[in-house]
């Protein structure tokens, strides 16, 4: 070592001074999103390697357990194929939903992450949006790997595939907005049973991914119908296997959850970390 | 123009009022020690210049810029140092400064962290997962995280509140750097220690409000004089002075198992008992008296 004193540079560092900011600046959002990816490195196997586990499982179970014992096909689409595709929708649940919720108490409550980006210039209204952005993006991904795992089943790719990105990314987007809204507005992390259980899980199991809504009570069809996850699920099977005049409305419901579940999120958040 | 300027702000969270009718000016360029006990309100003080708590009544200027309306400009050239450790502890300490960095919009990300590394010397940690260092690296990181974007004011709430001696001297001597560079801080402390070391002016604050403020000789000088007499005897005996100190006009506090006869260079003879032991006022003695709490 010198014994020269250290020098600190100075001129480049200093951040713009700017006399007045704008709302939703795509540079606090992308700095809020480069936080998340830098986590993200640090946990991104144990995540992937579920991911794709998890969709294979289930579909040995019930793709060739079913498949094989009481049911071949299913709207004319053989069973395996028929359960495949409608797992877009629980990958993109579980990858949205659970970690938006999860993720954005364990940052408030217990990390206070939240309180460090907030005295930096960064609204709550531009970190809502940016974990929202990543938790979407991620599931846009992982939603796509049971309809890849599909393939080697005899799903044949098919251009239409191309647009399941767009639909995953936009359904987890609502769903992370609802997961966000919920860590805001829950007391303590044990009453994410009560969202699992009324919102999560029947959502998942009414979304026509085991079996076609069709089949369900009059009532149990209407619920389906208001559900973002069937949406999905049908503009998924839309997608591998032809579009429907609907499949616009179905996509249009998607945007208007997003959007609604965003301003909830923005909304409630503000009022726990803003006093 | 001072680099803080707030007037009459009141914050109230229900029945409490954490805020009482703040008044403070702190001029560009000076250490200003927030000195209170807990509760004080200098924590929702600090929340309240960044935004993050909105007050009730009163003005609040930080930098030119008027709170809460422009406090993202004004967030945008203050650095915060936050009481609890908020550290992602998962990533390298490199990308801790990088992540916010990019959060205070530098241009030259890789410049500003390589110089937050000097300032904080954790050049050879820049590596290292934040779950690895020592709890004097992760204090010396979450200094220079806030200190990234070369900021005109600091804040530093509570900063050494909970570590121990040697850890709390490391970083008492970062903040001694910061000061000698000529940059605007508002630090928040109990510690009265810290206050004296570190502060060009001190301002007490009590139960929302600032209710005394000054250099710390120049406070020293105007509540406790010039010596105290601090007696260390049975509580029976420890009575009796005190009740003979406060008839002569004296101030007395409790000192742990003591008490300190304030001012006791303006004794009559006898009121100060023979086996006293008498030293310079402290500001510690200001603390005391002031706010009626014993100082940590
Ligand atoms: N978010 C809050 N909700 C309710 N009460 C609060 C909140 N923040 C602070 N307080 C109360 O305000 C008072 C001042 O707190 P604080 O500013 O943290 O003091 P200090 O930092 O000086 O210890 C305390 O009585 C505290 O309990
Ligand atoms: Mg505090």
């Known amino acids: ?275 | 123009m001072a680099a803080i300027e707030l007037q009459g702000v009141v914050k109230r969270f229900g029945p409490i009022t954490a805020v009482n009718g703040l008044d403070l000016d702190v001029p560009e360029g000076i250490c200003l020690g927030l000195l209170g006990p807990n509760g004080a309100g200098k924590s929702t003080t600090m929340r309240l210049l960044t935004g993050q708590a909105i007050a009730d009544e009163g003005k609040l200027r930080v930098l030119g810029f008027d709170l809460p309306k422009e406090s993202k400009p004004a967030r945008a050239a203050m650095g915060v140092v936050p009481q609890l450790d908020n550290l992602d502890v998962d990533v390298t300490v490199e990308d801790n400064l990088a992540v916010y960095a990019r959060l205070y919009r530098v241009a030259d990300v890789g410049a500003a962290v390589d110089r937050a590394l000097q300032i904080a010397r954790l050049t050879d940690r820049r590596d290292a997962e934040v779950d690895k260092l020592s709890g004097g690296m992760r204090r010396r990181l979450l200094l220079a995280r806030g200190l990234v974007h070369d900021p005109d004011l600091i804040l530093l709430d509570e900063p050494t509140v909970g570590l121990d001696p040697q850890i709390r001297t490391e970083l008492w001597t970062l903040i001694g750097d910061l000061r000698a560079r000529g940059t605007t801080i508002l630090m928040s402390t109990h510690y009265i220690e810290e206050a004296e070391r570190l502060a060009d002016e001190v301002a007490v604050m009590h139960k929302g409000r600032i209710i005394s403020r000054g250099r710390p000789a120049d406070l020293i000088a105007e509540h406790a004089g010039r010596q105290t007499a601090e007696v260390y005897a049975p509580p029976q005996r420890l009575a009796e002075l005190r009740t003979a100190a406060e008839a002569a006009g004296l101030r007395v506090r409790p000192a742990g198992p003591a008490i300190a006869i304030v001012g006791s260079e303006r004794a009559d003879n006898g009121v100060i008992p023979e086996d006293a032991v008498v030293r310079a006022a402290t500001l510690e003695d200001v603390f005391v008296l002031l706010t009626g709490e014993e100082a940590e």
């Not at chain 1, 540079?9 to 540079?27: F, H, N, Y």
């Not at chain 1, 490195?41 to 498949?67: I, Q």
């Not at chain 1, 998942?204 to 009059?218: C, D, K, W």
Request: aromatic share 12%; glycine share 8%; with cysteine.
């Open chain 1, 1 to 275: 070592m010198s014994a020269q004193p250290e020098t600190v540079a100075a001129a480049p560092i200093k951040a713009p001074r700017p006399k007045a900011m704008r709302r939703l600046e795509p540079a606090a959002i992308a700095g809020v999103m480069s936080r998340e990816v830098a986590n993200f490195r640090t946990y991104w196997k144990g995540t992937t390697f579920s991911s794709v586990l998890e969709p294979l499982v289930y579909l040995l179970a019930f793709g060739l357990g079913l498949g094989a014992t009481l049911v071949d096909e299913v709207e004319g689409v053989p069973y395996i194929q028929f359960v495949g595709t409608g797992m877009v929708a629980t990958a993109v649940i579980f990858s949205s939903a659970l970690p938006s919720m999860f993720g954005t108490f364990v940052k408030h409550r217990f990390q206070n992450t939240y309180e460090a980006i907030l005295a930096a210039p960064v609204d709550v209204e531009e970190l809502v949006t940016a974990e929202m952005l990543w938790i979407a993006a991620r599931s846009a991904v992982y939603g796509c790997v049971p309809l890849v795992v599909t393939f080697f089943w005899g799903l044949d790719p098919a251009p239409g595939m191309l647009l399941v990105p767009i639909f995953a990314f936009v359904t987890a987007l609502g769903f992370a907005g609802f997961g966000i809204t919920m860590a805001a507005v829950v007391a303590k992390i044990d009453q994410f049973n009560y969202v699992t259980a009324l919102f999560i899980t029947p959502l998942f199991l009414v979304a026509g991914t085991f079996f076609p809504i069709s089949g369900l009570p009059e009532g149990v069809q209407v619920i389906a119908n208001v559900n973002p996850l069937h949406q999905l699920v049908e503009l998924v099977r839309g997608g591998a296997f032809g579009f429907e005049a609907v499949d616009i409305l179905r996509f249009a419901f998607l945007v208007a959850f997003a959007l609604v579940t965003w301003r909830f999120a923005v909304n409630r958040m503000s009022a726990r970390l803003i006093d």
